[in-house]
Each structure stands twice: as structure tokens, then as C-alpha cells.
């Protein structure tokens, strides 16, 4: 390990962990009329960007450093979202709204028994393997095909778009006893604690904000190691990498899975924040979006991933709750805005900005006279 990457790396990683306990202690210090108080609903807010976060972390892991755009990302979050999401509605058990064992779409849908591949779920340790490992076989198994194949570039993004419509259609039926187009939500309790209790959101947002560090240290460490050079070096010629020696479906496919695990944590973080989750979350729209915070934040760069997953959900929240007609707008001209102007994305710009201030302040101390 290199002084650089472990001086670096626990620099941003100290950084992470003091803006996600500094937003933890503003929802306690302070008092409720306070103007540093952050509500509750916000913090639930903030719990859902760094979930996002580390979602563009997986992406930017693929697309930023190995060059593999997918545009089907949705898929894999969709995936480790649901797996959260079957857990905690066996977690109602018979409180729901028809006072049954099995979950009230399912008695809606006069489905007498419990299918077999719910089962698992009702244990909370299998979950949260599940949530991991679902989506990263998943991504085991569609990977060796597409990538044996030497299937790449835009053929690849088109194929995983149609894999994000293929799932998309096949979630939204009924007979799949998920929910339908309704999806999994009404959840109640984690391990036993109301969601809709203060402390429990607390948790919630805590254990977030320790994944999103793990996410960027396990990101940081590959993209820091020989493997990350190699991936860089699949990004720029392939055939090159092949002709060395290598085999570049091998790493392009390890890189696959864990971004896949990542897309599914995040997922599954996701769903007890929010309180739902559908089929719409999973199809080719969502897995575009997905694409553009990694974009607008500058790919290539974990932190401007990060940086971008936050800012363009802040602006959605913004703009969705005052201007609801102009987010799609501002969505598409952002994404063109970036691709002509800041190819780099946002963090290019604040390179740009500290290192013209650094010149500006280093030409200031050349001109200032010396005086004893």
C-alpha cells in the first residue's frame, strides 16, 4: 500500500464520516426550533442520497474506470431492493391489513400459501446475503455470456438496456407474486423496531453512512491496486491488453459482479428509508438517470461520483416538489451540458477552480514585495 493511497484515501474517507455524523448530530443537538435543527424527513432524505451514492460508486467503478457502460444497473438495485423488501413484509406477519400470515397482496391476489422462494426470507441473516448475492450471480451468470462473447461498447449498453426492459415487463406481472405494478411497501418493523420511530430512521441512516465508507474504501482499494491499472488500461485499448496477455473478459467480468453486490446494497438500503419499492425503480429510465449522476459528477473519480448521485437527487427533490414540469428538462440539458462542456463533470470543474486559485495565490506571493 502506497503513502499516497493511505494518506488519500483516509483523507476522503475522514471526510465522508465527518459530514455523515455532523448531518447525525444536527438531527440531535440541536433544538426542533432551532435553524440548524434538520428534520427527521430530512435526514430520512439525506439516507436515500448516500444509498444512491453508493450505487454511482459501482457504476463509476464500471463505466469510469473499465470503460463498460450499462445501462441496466437498475436491475441489479432493483434486485437487492426486492430482496430487502420480501424480509420485511414477512415481518408484518399478521398485522397487515387482512390480519394474515402471508402478505396482503398476495390474499388480494388469492394466493393460498407462501411461495417457496419467499421462504428463505423470513430470516434476517439470509436477507442480508441475499441482498448482496443475488444481484451479483445475477450479474455472475449475464456477464460470462455477454463479455465471452466479446460482446462490448455500444452493443453491450443496448443489451443491458433490453435486460432493464426485460425485467421492467416481467416484475410488473402479478403472477410473479411480487407485487405487481404496486411493488413491496406498507413495511412495518426491522428486527423488531417500528420504521416509523425516530431512532430506528437514525439507525438506518447510520448503518448507511458506514456502507457508503466501506463502498469507497473497497472502490478506492481496487481502482488504487494493480487490478484498477489493468481495468484503466482495458478502458483505453483492449486489443493491447489482450495481446499482453491478459484476459480482459475475466476482469471485466469481476468488475461487473461487484458493482452489481454494490447496486444491490444500495438497494436494500434503499427500501426501509423509503418505504417501497416497484417495478418502476428497476426499468431503463432509472438505470439512465443512474448513468447521468455518474456523468454530471465526473466519471473516473469516486468522489465525483458521489458528488453527483447527491447533487442531481438534491436538485430532483427540489425541483420535483416546486417545479415538478421542468425536472426532465433540466435532467436532459444537464446531461448534454456536461457531455459538450465539462466532459470531466463536476469534479473537472472544481480541479479547474482550485487550480487557478492556487496559481492566482502563488503569482500574489511572487509579486509582494519582501520586507524584513
Known sequence: MSNR????????????????????LLNILPNK????YLSFFKLNIFGKYMAYAILALGIDLLWGYTGILSLGHGVFFGLGAYCMGMHLMLSIGADG???????????????????????????????????????????LIFGFLTFRSRIRGVYFAIITQALAMTVWLLFNQNSLNLGG?????????????????????????????????????LCR?????????????????????????????RYKLFVF??????????????????????????????SIEMVIWVAVGGRGTLIGAILGAVGVNW??????????????????????????????????????????????????RIITPQTD
Open 257 to 286: 459482479v461487484i458493482s452489481a453486490g454494490l447496486a444491490g446494497l444500495a438497494g436494500a438500503l434503499y427500501v426501509p428509508q423509503v418505504g417501497i419499492i416497484t417495478p418502476g425503480q428497476i426499468g431503463v429510465l432509472p
Open 97 to 139: 391489513v387482512y390480519q394474515s400470515s402471508l402478505p396482503d397482496f398476495m390474499v388480494w391476489n388469492q394466493v393460498e400459501s407462501l411461495p417457496f422462494f419467499w421462504q428463505p426470507f423470513s430470516s434476517f441473516w439470509f436477507s442480508m446475503i441475499a441482498v448482496v448475492m443475488v444481484p451479483a450471480f445475477f450479474a
Open 5 to 24: 493511497f493511505s494518506g488519500r484515501t483516509f483523507q476522503w474517507a475522514f471526510i465522508l464520516c465527518m459530514l455523515w455524523g455532523g448531518l447525525l
Open 315 to 364: 436538485f430532483r427533490s427540489f425541483l420535483t416538489g416546486s417545479y415538478p414540469d421542468l425536472w426532465l428538462y433540466f435532467l436532459g440539458s444537464l446531461f448534454v451540458g456536461v457531455v459538450l462542456f465539462f466532459p470531466g463533470g463536476m469534479w473537472e470543474v472544481v480541479g479547474k477552480v482550485r487550480k487557478y486559485a492556487s496559481g492566482r495565490f502563488k503569482r500574489r
Open 33 to 36: 426550533e432551532s435553524f440548524f
Open 221 to 249: 482499494w481496487i481502482t488504487r491496486s494493480r487490478l484498477g491499472k489493468v481495468l484503466v488500461a482495458i478502458r483505453e485499448n483492449e486489443g493491447r491488453i489482450r495481446f499482453s496477455g491478459y484476459s480482459p473478459s
Open 181 to 217: 405494478t404496486n411493488g413491496l411497501t406498507d413495511f412495518k418493523t426491522i428486527l423488531g423496531h417500528p420504521l416509523s420511530e425516530t431512532t430506528t430512521q437514525r439507525a438506518l441512516f447510520a448503518a448507511t453512512g458506514i456502507a457508503l465508507v466501506f463502498a469507497f474504501l
